[in-house]
């Protein structure tokens, strides 16, 4: 049995719209009440799966809602949590949401709703793709995904513990740290590799996108990431922005050191380097 009896989903992409299979598959019984931005999209979640009450109003979509998820770009959340605390909530209302950065998103979004007598907690399970929209979601995406939330010093543990069975639920491993250290860790294994994807792509082939003929697989998987959605990503940048820099930053010193092996011809410091590079790879768990 779920501790939620029914859960809102604001914004039915590609995190959403595989929140609401997955919640169908696992949690049977559980209503799912879902937000659209537009009415086209609502339409589409209606049209797919029948059984979920797909609405605009965001006062429809929280109404009895024991648990409701922000899975929009993190720029548009705090408008929508306004929204959300102008309305009759239920009095066990749990909300998190699925954002790529915590400090800001916790630091704004924690006080909007404590105002409303709603609880607020940080999640970011690590899962996804560079394709988005509900078209693309599936069933599957966040089975043993790793899910990091963010409680903070205002946390009750009895909340803590709904929000981390729901994941659980879902399939994911749960880890908890602050919301700053989550934005540490997330600049340098998710956000520092989507700039070094764009960085790539730019350097490869903004001069002359004909070398494309001659790529294979090597290039494909190094800048797989570079496809996602710009708006999002840019949201995410500036939201990270000074451990994105700092991560950055290193990034910058490591290829200057590069480019200097490489001028000096020192083979010896390039197999080191490259040999450093190495080791620090093969400690990644496989899968």
Same mark, same amino acid.
């Given at each position: *049995?779920?501790?939620?009896? $029914?859960?809102?989903?604001? $914004? ?7 929140? +609401? ?39 429809? !979509?929280?109404?009895? !809602? $024991? ?16 929204? *959300? ?13 699925? #954002? ?11 006080? +909007?709703?404590?105002?409303? =007598? ?18 693309? !979601? ?7 995904? !790793?899910? /990091? ?32 250290? &989550?934005? &540490? ?6 956000? /520092?590799? &989507?700039? *070094? ?19 294979? #697989? #090597? ?21 990270? =922005? ?5 991560? /950055? ?15 000096? *011809? ?9 040999? =450093?590079? =190495? ?9």
């Amino acid at each position: *049995m779920s501790a939620e009896r $029914s859960i809102a989903i604001f $914004s039915p992409g590609l995190l959403g719209g595989s929140l +609401i299979k997955t919640i169908l598959q696992r949690m049977p019984g559980v209503e799912i009440r879902v937000w659209a931005r537009r009415e086209e999209a609502a339409q589409e979640v209606r049209r797919e799966m029948p059984a979920v009450f797909a609405t605009t109003s965001v006062a429809e !979509a929280v109404h009895g !809602a $024991s648990l409701a998820i922000l899975c929009m770009p993190i720029q548009h959340m705090p408008e929508i949590a306004r929204q *959300m605390a102008a309305c009759e909530l239920a009095d066990d209302l749990l909300v998190t949401d699925v #954002g790529s950065v915590k400090g800001s998103v916790v630091e704004t979004l924690e006080p +909007i709703l404590t105002q409303a =007598k709603a609880v607020f907690i940080g999640s970011h399970p690590m899962a996804g793709s560079q394709r988005t929209g509900l078209a693309n !979601a599936s069933g599957d995406l966040f089975h043993r995904a !790793a899910c /990091l939330i963010t409680p903070t010093p205002n946390t009750r543990r009895e909340h803590l513990d709904r929000l981390r069975a729901f994941w659980m639920k879902l399939g994911c491993r749960v880890r908890e740290m602050t919301p700053q250290a &989550h934005d &540490h860790c997330v600049a340098r294994i998710s956000h /520092l590799p &989507h700039a *070094m994807a764009v960085l790539t792509t730019l350097a490869a082939l903004q001069r002359d996108t004909s070398v494309l003929d001659s790529s294979a #697989g #090597g290039f494909r998987d190094t800048t797989r990431v570079a496809g996602g959605d710009p708006a999002m990503w840019a949201g995410i940048f500036l939201n990270n =922005k000074d451990e994105v820099i700092s991560a /950055l930053e290193d990034a910058a010193g490591a290829m200057l050191e590069l480019v200097e092996m490489l001028r000096s *011809m020192d083979e010896e410091a390039l197999r080191r380097f490259l040999a =450093k590079a =190495k080791a620090l790879r093969d400690l990644l768990p496989a899968g």
